[in-house]
């Protein structure tokens, strides 16, 4: 595959004031312009070269510039319209390698779209987590993507990765560990970004792994929504609307009096399964 010839383009500043972009707020939006940083990224789920890449908000094009540094061929979506035309350039300088999709990611059916495709992607803040949470649910799996590459904020990414009995531990920190194997690959300072946010980010990368059996999404969603919605009460307090949920554990020997922080990835898996065997 010849080589992207970003360098015809000019550097990312000179294409974010040509346009007149400028980071939006609403939209979660931090712009990343370290082109060795971009690259690090682009690498980390190996190589990409003719793989398939799928992208959420590209921005000017920051990351989508990388990809295809790195031999990719990228599907790319963005709901800011006023990035649509320095997206356009890239688009005309990759031929047959750029695909753009207008609008909100949320309403991607992504299954048809990027299926088989690595995601590597500066999630915007505001819908980042509701992205995750749905590209590991569905009852279907193996998934649609290859792998995850996501860049959050850092205290997203911790609990994501998170082990049972510290504070970062939680709802994201089962969701992504029964049915993936997540890692913290990448610490990024907020100076990194125009403008620089508030709070520090960090990579986390993504495989999908064997599913345990006898487990719906949907019930375990529910159990940890329960069961971490509020971290302090014991079990049987955050689960007593459900009474299969009560029962399920009396009949593993699970202490009601435990915390949803105090159970491990496997405990909530089992706990799940039974809550199903039941019915429920």
């Known amino acids: 595959m010849p080589a992207f010839p970003d360098h015809a383009l000019g550097p990312l500043r000179d294409t974010i004031r040509r346009h007149g972009l400028s980071a939006s707020k609403a939209l ?152 993936a194997r997540p890692k913290l690959v990448m610490k990024i300072h907020r100076s990194a970004f125009v403008p620089p946010p508030k709070v520090m980010s960090a990579v986390v990368h993504l495989v999908p792994a064997t599913q345990p059996d006898g487990v719906s999404s949907a019930q375990l969603e529910n159990l940890t929504a329960l069961a971490f919605g509020q971290r302090r009460k014991m079990l049987r307090r955050s689960l007593v609307a459900w009474p299969q949920a009560i029962e399920a554990m009396a009949s593993l020997s699970v202490d009601s009096a435990r915390r949803g922080e105090t159970l491990s990835v496997q405990e909530f898996v089992v706990l799940a399964r039974e809550i199903r065997a039941r019915g429920a």
């Open 28 to 179: 979660g939006q931090n712009f990343l312009l370290d082109e060795q940083l971009l690259d690090r990224i682009a690498g980390l789920p190996g190589s990409l070269e003719d793989s398939l890449v799928y992208e959420v908000g590209p921005g000017p094009g920051g990351l989508t510039r990388a990809l295809l540094r790195a031999g990719a061929r990228v599907v790319a979506v963005e709901r800011d319209t006023r990035c649509l035309a320095a997206l356009a350039e890239l688009k005309a300088a990759a031929p047959g390698r750029l695909r753009l999709l207008s609008g909100d990611a949320l309403g991607v059916d992504e299954k048809s779209e990027a299926a088989g495709a690595h995601v590597v992607a500066n999630l915007p803040y505001n819908v980042g987590t509701a992205l995750f949470v749905r590209w590991l649910g569905g009852e279907s799996w193996p998934p649609w993507w290859r792998s995850l590459t996501l860049m959050f904020q850092r205290e997203v990414a911790e609990r994501i990765v998170a082990a049972p009995n510290t504070s970062a531990y939680g709802r994201l920190s089962v969701l992504a560990q029964w049915r």
